[in-house]
């Protein structure tokens, strides 16, 4: 990394913030190291709260706003929620005057853009899908598109188990898509950032013929947008480095972290936010 933390005018090396409850925001941090390799990033999982997707819209909320402090009193230059229900609560496009990111906007653009007849399924958890944000964005881009939608709750922790391609998980995947399957939708949002670590059980119910939308790759698409329009300025770092925090260490987060980060993935430091 740069001496100068900042970089120089035209670049600035201060790290990318990004948050979720817990793991599952690690699948849209290895989308955006893996876009942009030369950025530092600063991951907060709020271990100690998990799971958000069954809390209130008002709890969700104060979380979500004692996390961005967290991350902009790190001296992060923009901030990412890679969480689906703490998007819902948080839409704004800055926060602390620092860009801001959900992963609802990029995430209902993707699906739309994927969509080839215009029925398009959504699981998330409890919070996501009663906040009815993804079928609202939707209906704004395409209003005569349809969304379906199915809660998981099982499934955060079976992907915090690892438990990807498991019989028991592909009996529960089965189960909650049946009502989806037979809306014969065409494309599928993965509305909770842990699901990517349960592709293999989802796509083995939906066969090939479903496009599976993924948050981090379509927050990644948006980012870049900004990096070339100029919002975000580019590190000059040669190589990108990753903080982790924590604010519980009793799971198997590390292990888990280097499976979706790779071996590489640092250690998690227990903080208090
Ligand atoms: N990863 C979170 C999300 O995208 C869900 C996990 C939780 O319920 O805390 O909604």
New binding site residues.
């Given amino acids: 990394m740069s001496s100068n933390p900042a970089g120089s005018s035209s670049s600035d090396n201060r790290p990318i913030g990004v948050f979720?409850?817990?793991l599952?925001?690690l699948t849209v941090l290895r989308a955006l190291r893996d876009a942009f390799p030369t950025e530092n990033f600063l991951y907060l999982g709020d271990t100690a709260r998990?799971?958000?997707?069954?809390k209130s819209p008002e709890t969700i909320r104060k979380y979500s706003e004692q996390n961005l402090h967290f991350l902009a009193r790190n001296d992060v230059k923009a901030m990412v929620i890679a969480?689906?229900?703490?998007s819902t609560q948080m839409r704004d496009d800055s926060f602390d005057g620092k860009p801001l990111y959900n992963?609802i906007d990029p995430g209902a653009q993707a699906a739309v853009k994927a969509s080839s007849r215009g029925r398009i399924g959504l699981m998330?958890?409890r919070?996501?899908v009663n906040s009815g944000a993804y079928a609202e964005e939707i209906k704004k881009l395409k209003p005569d598109f349809q969304v379906f939608s199915q809660a998981c709750p099982l499934l955060?922790p079976l992907a915090e188990e690892g438990w990807d391609a498991d019989p028991v998980t592909n009996l529960i995947v089965y189960r909650y898509l049946q009502t989806l399957m037979q809306e014969q939708i065409d494309t599928l949002i993965l509305?909770?950032?842990?699901y990517p670590l349960l592709a293999g059980s989802i796509q083995r119910v939906t066969g090939s013929s479903v496009a599976l939308v993924d948050s981090g790759e379509a927050i990644a698409e948006l980012m870049r947008n900004d990096f070339t329009s100029g919002r975000l300025k580019k590190s000059d770092s040669d190589n990108g480095t990753i903080r982790i925090c924590i604010t519980d260490a009793s799971g198997p987060f590390e292990g888990l972290s280097r499976k979706i980060l790779g071996g590489d993935a640092p250690a998690p430091e227990l903080t208090n936010i």
Avoid: M, Q
């Avoid at 969480?83 to 703490?86: D, G, K, L, V």
């Avoid at 509305?191 to 842990?194: E, L, P, Y």
């Fill in positions: 979720d409850s817990g599952g925001g998990l799971p958000y997707g069954s969480c689906n229900s703490a992963v998330g958890t919070a996501t955060v509305g909770c950032t842990h």
